[in-house]
């Protein structure tokens, strides 16, 4: 049994940084982070192995925002930078028993924390 929690949504402006932290209880192995808007299907922001080897990342936030695990505190955080009203949606951490590769599909999921808002204004 996996339990995730999420931290560090808030509102920020235009152009301005969040980290999300995503504490987990169990072993976990690859990790990712999703989000979803008001009205749109579930989209996927950026995952990572579970050595941290391979990352993903969704194509709107390349280059943007990076995904990093500390093995250690058994956490996976989300650093988002230059942040855009678009970036606004309910942030989820999840975990998937996918080990090697950073997995991009979310019917391989199968943990799920209960979200984190994250607000950009204009």
């Known amino acids: 049994q996996v339990q995730l929690v999420e931290s560090g949504g808030g509102l920020v402006q235009a152009g301005g940084s969040l980290r999300l932290s995503c504490a987990a209880s169990?072993?976990?192995?690859?990790m990712g982070w999703f989000r979803q808007a008001p009205g749109k299907e579930r989209e996927f922001v950026a995952a990572i192995s579970w050595g941290g080897g391979n990352t993903a990342y969704g194509d709107s936030v390349k280059g943007r925002f990076t995904i990093s695990r500390d093995h250690a505190k058994n956490t996976v955080n989300l650093q988002m930078n230059s942040l855009q009203p678009e970036d606004t949606a309910v942030y989820y951490c999840?975990?998937?028993?996918?080990?090697?590769?950073?997995?991009?599909?979310?019917?391989?999921?199968?943990?799920w924390g209960q979200g984190t808002q994250v607000t950009v204004s204009s």
């Open positions: 999840a975990h998937t028993p996918q080990s090697i590769r950073a997995s991009t599909w979310v019917h391989e999921y199968d943990y």
């Open positions: 169990g072993r976990i192995y690859g």
